[in-house]
């Protein structure tokens, strides 16, 4: 009887297209892509945007035609001919949003108060290809969870524009990755069992639930539905990869029992981790939010560092002019020199006919050019020559520039994910491709 019940309820699944990857699917997911070199995004965000102005400038000028970056970014000048920097672009239907809640629109392009809001770009891409590494994407934020609406603390939204929690916890990261401790893996198959009992509960009764309620809620079912047959899918996946082994790594330079107490510590932990993720093919699309724009102990790092206030407050204040901008081009540095050593050790890391950056696009970027306003987002690209990016350009574009969406847009294409529409894109951003 409970072979019965089973069997239909999988056949329900598949025909009702609520499972993009079907079992058969699953079950060979690492069998034909070992000789596949992987193409790879690592999504960054800082909130309230970064210094503007004087010596701590972020952007770069143009020193007969090359970029040089100021004191603030001075750790990616080695790196300048595969850097392309872009002025201008923003999500249009995000520029009159509230101040503090454009975090929660940049990897999607929706405005936050939207009642259909579009997946994030690297949700899109795990979509297409995440059937191939034992974890989709890894959604990371220093501050971890959700935040609120219009506070995000996340950069991911799944495919119905509902927020991904994102995860800070570092020996958590590690150990679902790498840890392959008996005890802890019997842990994780009893918890995986206790969920599919669960969500078995809820799919059984489901007919009989949806018979008795009415249009709305009914289609308030069908959504509740779809996001319990996505924990189905990952339920699934999970079993099916605990049958491979976790790959062996070295923890030689790993804290992870670093705190916010210590920001330097934990961030470079968590690019270290990222860097191992990647190397192992253990994913290949991260989101990871540096900075919120919420008041958290993360938004009090700059006092740590002696800049004399809040992350939001040297934001505010950077506006006024060069003088008052140093204190926030200091804590810009402080988190540029974290990338740049990360990017560098992608970059000197071989892989295929190249390196792991020829393979991987780095996106860095704010979603306010200033604090509290969300236009001319600040952007950054780096690697993925591999992909077919070109670079060494700084895009400083008009009033007439296009959306962001035609950015991300090319970068899917990048990845191989043959999208034709990106939330509000026009067509791609031909400039960044070689």
């Given at each position: 009887?409970?072979?019965?019940?089973?069997?239909?309820?999988?056949?329900?699944?598949?025909?009702?297209?609520?499972?993009?990857?079907?079992?058969?699917?699953?079950?060979?997911?690492?069998?034909?892509?070992?000789?596949?070199?992987?193409?790879?995004?690592?999504?960054?965000?800082?909130?309230?945007?970064?210094?503007?102005?004087?010596?701590?400038?972020?952007?770069?000028?143009?020193?007969?035609?090359?970029?040089?970056?100021?004191?603030?970014?001075?750790?990616?000048?080695?790196?300048?001919?595969?850097?392309?920097?872009?002025?201008?672009?923003?999500?249009?239907?995000?520029?009159?949003?509230?101040?503090?809640?454009?975090?929660?629109?940049?990897?999607?392009?929706?405005?936050?108060?939207?009642?259909?809001?579009?997946?994030?770009?690297?949700?899109?891409?795990?979509?297409?290809?995440?059937?191939?590494?034992?974890?989709?994407?890894?959604?990371?934020?220093?501050e971890g969870g959700l935040g609120g609406e219009g506070r995000s603390n996340t950069l991911s939204y799944n495919q119905f524009g509902r927020a991904i929690p994102a995860t800070n916890d570092l020996r958590g990261l590690y150990d679902a990755m790498f840890n392959s401790d008996p005890a802890l893996q019997k842990a994780?198959?009893?918890?995986?069992?206790?969920?599919?009992?669960?969500?078995?509960?809820?799919?059984?009764?489901?007919?009989?639930?949806?018979?008795?309620?009415?249009?709305?809620?009914?289609?308030?079912?069908?959504?509740?539905?779809?996001?319990?047959?996505?924990?189905?899918?990952?339920?699934?996946?999970?079993?099916?990869?605990?049958?491979?082994?976790?790959?062996?790594?070295?923890?030689?330079?790993?804290?992870?029992?670093?705190?916010?107490?210590?920001?330097?510590?934990?961030?470079?932990?968590?690019?270290?981790?990222?860097?191992?993720?990647?190397?192992?093919?253990?994913?290949?699309?991260?989101?990871?939010?540096?900075?919120?724009?919420?008041?958290?102990?993360?938004?009090?790092?700059?006092?740590?560092?002696?800049?004399?206030?809040?992350?939001?407050?040297?934001?505010?204040?950077?506006?006024?002019?060069?003088?008052?901008?140093?204190?926030?081009?200091?804590?810009?540095?402080?988190?540029?020199?974290?990338?740049?050593?990360?990017?560098?050790?992608?970059?000197?890391?071989?892989?295929?006919?190249?390196?792991?950056?020829?393979?991987?696009?780095?996106?860095?970027?704010?979603?306010?050019?200033?604090?509290?306003?969300?236009?001319?987002?600040?952007?950054?690209?780096?690697?993925?020559?591999?992909?077919?990016?070109?670079?060494?350009?700084?895009?400083?574009?008009?009033?007439?520039?296009?959306?962001?969406?035609?950015?991300?847009?090319?970068?899917?294409?990048?990845?191989?994910?043959?999208?034709?529409?990106?939330?509000?894109?026009?067509?791609?951003?031909?400039?960044?491709?070689a």
């Amino acid at each position: 009887m409970d072979e019965r019940i089973q069997i239909h309820r999988r056949t329900f699944l598949r025909g009702t297209g609520g499972v993009a990857l079907s079992l058969p699917l699953l079950e060979c997911m690492a069998n034909d892509v070992e000789s596949e070199t992987p193409k790879r995004l690592l999504a960054l965000y800082v909130g309230h945007g970064f210094a503007l102005h004087g010596d701590w400038r972020w952007y770069p000028t143009l020193v007969e035609g090359q970029m040089h970056f100021g004191k603030s970014m001075e750790s990616f000048n080695p790196l300048a001919n595969r850097i392309t920097v872009v002025q201008g672009l923003e999500h249009p239907q995000c520029v009159s949003a509230g101040g503090h809640s454009t975090a929660d629109s940049f990897l999607t392009g929706s405005n936050p108060a939207a009642a259909v809001k579009s997946p994030s770009l690297d949700q899109i891409a795990a979509e297409k290809h995440g059937h191939k590494t034992r974890y989709p994407s890894l959604v990371l934020g220093n501050e971890g969870g959700l935040g609120g609406e219009g506070r995000s603390n996340t950069l991911s939204y799944n495919q119905f524009g509902r927020a991904i929690p994102a995860t800070n916890d570092l020996r958590g990261l590690y150990d679902a990755m790498f840890n392959s401790d008996p005890a802890l893996q019997k842990a994780q198959h009893r918890r995986l069992s206790r969920n599919q009992r669960r969500v078995d509960s809820v799919l059984n009764s489901y007919r009989e639930i949806k018979r008795q309620l009415g249009r709305d809620d009914s289609q308030k079912l069908e959504h509740y539905m779809h996001a319990l047959r996505d924990v189905e899918k990952d339920i699934e996946r999970l079993e099916l990869w605990m049958e491979k082994p976790k790959p062996v790594v070295a923890t030689d330079g790993l804290s992870l029992d670093a705190t916010v107490q210590d920001p330097a510590t934990f961030i470079r932990t968590m690019y270290s981790l990222i860097y191992l993720a990647f190397k192992t093919d253990s994913t290949r699309y991260v989101s990871y939010m540096l900075q919120s724009m919420n008041s958290s102990t993360w938004d009090n790092v700059p006092i740590q560092l002696g800049l004399g206030g809040t992350h939001h407050v040297l934001a505010h204040n950077a506006a006024a002019g060069a003088a008052q901008a140093v204190p926030l081009g200091k804590y810009d540095k402080f988190q540029g020199d974290l990338l740049a050593e990360f990017i560098t050790k992608l970059a000197d890391t071989p892989e295929a006919e190249g390196t792991m950056l020829d393979n991987t696009v780095v996106l860095y970027g704010s979603s306010n050019s200033q604090t509290h306003v969300n236009s001319n987002y600040p952007m950054m690209l780096v690697g993925g020559e591999q992909l077919g990016l070109k670079h060494g350009a700084f895009h400083q574009l008009s009033d007439n520039a296009p959306p962001l969406s035609n950015l991300y847009l090319t970068l899917l294409n990048a990845l191989d994910v043959p999208a034709t529409q990106f939330s509000d894109s026009s067509s791609t951003f031909s400039q960044i491709m070689a």
